[in-house]
């Protein structure tokens, strides 16, 4: 996939993905309508990457990072389970140069699709 010529794309960072044995790769994290998508850098071709995570907006359940590190960001992805309690799918965690803007923009996505789903299905 070329980097920023998606079609609808809103927003693309440049990011690290963080993974869970603290390996660090070069990624961009894209920002569509409906999906999050982290893409991995490819080494053979100059300006393009691979998708590695792709995950829809409304299962997005949690936004965190850590006070002492806070361009670090973790996405915590699931849907309600039994007695509405939120069941835990997947996690990606980042580090973002501009944590700030891109996760308001990201949360306003999530309201935004969530309120269009609650009106849709009242």
Do not use: W
Request: charged letters at 25%; a positive charge; glycine letters at 4%.
């Amino acid at each position: 996939m070329e980097r920023n010529k998606r079609q609808g794309m809103l927003r693309s960072s440049s990011t690290c993905s963080i993974y869970q044995f603290l390996a660090y790769l070069h990624s961009y994290l894209a920002l569509t309508d409906t999906h999050l998508y982290i893409i991995k850098d490819s080494k053979s071709k100059k300006d393009h990457g691979t998708i590695s995570v792709q995950r829809p907006l409304e299962m997005i359940v949690q936004i965190t990072s850590k006070r002492k590190h806070p361009e670090i960001i973790t996405f915590k992805y699931g849907h309600a389970g039994q007695d509405n309690e939120s069941v835990l799918i997947a996690k990606d965690s980042i580090y973002l140069q501009n944590p700030f803007d891109v996760t308001r923009l990201i949360k306003q996505q999530v309201v935004k699709i969530l309120d269009q789903n609650n009106v849709s299905t009242d």
